[in-house]
Each structure stands twice: as structure tokens, then as C-alpha cells.
């Protein structure tokens, strides 16, 4: 059973656009939801974090949204960069403190 | 070193050969976790410490896969008995909170059975 659902697979986007990855969840005992971006080669890096109590958080161009009575949450990337161009996984928190992460959204960003 | 490291880098193996994947965190950190990459994939919850204690084992796969961290620093994953399914990239990532929130990611170790 897949705990966090993220889509899209794939996402291409022109420099400047707006990139949108979309995740949901279905266990209520989650409490912490971040975004880590990957690039080839590396391991995951915590790129931003929401928590349950709160409805968007921004730094920068990374903007969270989360709707807590759906159990969705979303990143949106502001003017994106091909430096952005990385693959994208959101995550919850489960009661233990491990995460669970989705599939991956793997991002890329046309000059 | 600065951040978590992981040893090997790269590991070969042969179908039914044991393996031993280590993981150094940063220094100080309490909480530990082991995940499974496979290829174009999330990380997949193998299993998580704080200190020495191995709090949640749940998402190892078999009995062929075992994680220790007698010392509450220094972990090893092992895997007995090697087979293809489990080629892969191993994640190690350390947090300095009981209750993480950020969690730092190794390199990885990427092992591929033949």
C-alpha cells in the first residue's frame, strides 16, 4: 500500500514557468511533511517542510500548500531554472519519526 | 567529515553472496535511517534507530537483511544471501532530533547483484 501518492510522474517546464507536483496521503497520524530534491548521484536534500497546522509556507520561489481536510499537499516552484531540473519527493512523517516518501516527480526546466 | 557518509560507494556482488553496507553520521546525531532506492524510484523505509536502539525494522524486506548500531553511531546494513531483486541504491540518513525533522542523506551505496 503506497502511503504517500505523488504525481506528476514527469514534469517538463519551460525557464521561467511555474512547477506544480502534487501529493496525497491517507494516514491522519502523519505530522510533518517535507520536500527533498535529488539530483544524479547525490542522496536526497531537504528542500522545504510544512507542518499539519498551517496551509502554505514560502522560501524563495519554493512555495508548500497543503490542505489538511483532503490530506493533499503541493510544491510549487516559482520562475523555474534549469538548475532546478531534479527529480522532486515529497514525504510525510509517520508516528515513529521515519519518513515515507513518494515516487518522484522528475523535473525538468527548458531554457 | 561534515556530512553522512556512506561505504562502499559501489558494491558488486554475486547472487548469494553476503554483504555489509556501513553508514557514518554525522557526529552527535541520535536518530538513523536506512531506506532502499531502486532505479527511477522513492526511497523505500527499511529502518530507523535512535541511539543503539533499532526502533522500527518494519520495512526490511527479509530475514536476509539485518541493521546494527551497537555504539549508536556507526550503522551496518547486512544483507545475507544476495539475490538480483536486491540491486539497488542504499540510503543511510542521520537526524540530530529523536522526533526528526530534517533528515541528512548520505550518498548512498549503489549495489548491484549479478
Known amino acids: 500500500q503506497q502511503q504517500v501518492k505523488q504525481s506528476p510522474q514527469s514534469l517538463i517546464v519551460q525557464k521561467g514557468g511555474i512547477s506544480i507536483i502534487n501529493c496525497a496521503y491517507e494516514?491522519?497520524?502523519?505530522?510533518?511533511f517535507p520536500w527533498y530534491q535529488q539530483f544524479p548521484g547525490k542522496g536526497p536534500a531537504l528542500l522545504i517542510a510544512i507542518r499539519p497546522d498551517v496551509s502554505e509556507k514560502k522560501e524563495g520561489r519554493f512555495t508548500i500548500s497543503f490542505n489538511k481536510s483532503a490530506k493533499q499537499f503541493s510544491l510549487h516552484i516559482m520562475d523555474s531554472q534549469p538548475g532546478d531540473s531534479a527529480t522532486y519527493f515529497c514525504?510525510?512523517?509517520?508516528?515513529?519519526?521515519?519518513?515515507?516518501f513518494g515516487k518522484g516527480t522528475k523535473l525538468s526546466v527548458k531554457p | 567529515g561534515a556530512g553522512v557518509s556512506q561505504s562502499p560507494r559501489y558494491k558488486v556482488a554475486k547472487r548469494g553472496q553476503d554483504v555489509a553496507l556501513r553508514c557514518d553520521p554525522i557526529?552527535?546525531?541520535?536518530?538513523l535511517f536506512w531506506y532502499q532506492q531502486a532505479l527511477g524510484q522513492g526511497p523505500e523505509f527499511l529502518t530507523y534507530f535512535q541511539n543503539e536502539a533499532q526502533l522500527d525494522k518494519s520495512g526490511l524486506p527479509s530475514d536476509r537483511f539485518f541493521a546494527e548500531r551497537p555504539e549508536g553511531s556507526v550503522s551496518t546494513l547486512k544483507i545475507q544471501r544476495t539475490q538480483q531483486e536486491d540491486s539497488a541504491v542504499y540510503l543511510c540518513?542521520?537526524?540530530?532530533?529523536?522526533?526528526?525533522?530534517?533528515?541528512?542523506f548520505g550518498q548512498g551505496t549503489r549495489l548491484t547483484v549479478v
Open positions: 557526529s552527535g546525531h541520535v536518530s
Open positions: 494516514n491522519t497520524a502523519f505530522d510533518y
Open positions: 540518513a542521520s537526524s540530530p532530533f529523536q522526533f526528526p525533522t530534517e533528515a541528512f
Open positions: 514525504a510525510a512523517r509517520g508516528s515513529q519519526g521515519n519518513l515515507i
